[in-house]
């Protein structure tokens, strides 16, 4: 699984970075940073960040 971003829906919310924050890290300047890949041990945390993403700017696709 690969998290694919929309950084142009993207308003620095920061619920990404609260569910998963080993993945989702936002810069001093309020940048979405993906930190680490996707991986078994944190796949669910991964889907709930997703989830819970207010503007729908994540999304998880095959690859």
Known sequence: M???PDYDACEA???CEGIAPEVFQLDDDDNLNIVADVTPE???KVRRAVQ???RAALALKEG
């Open 13 to 15: 919310n920061g619920v």
């Open 42 to 44: 944190n796949l669910e």
């Open 52 to 54: 819970g993403c207010p």
């Open 2 to 4: 690969k998290i694919v």
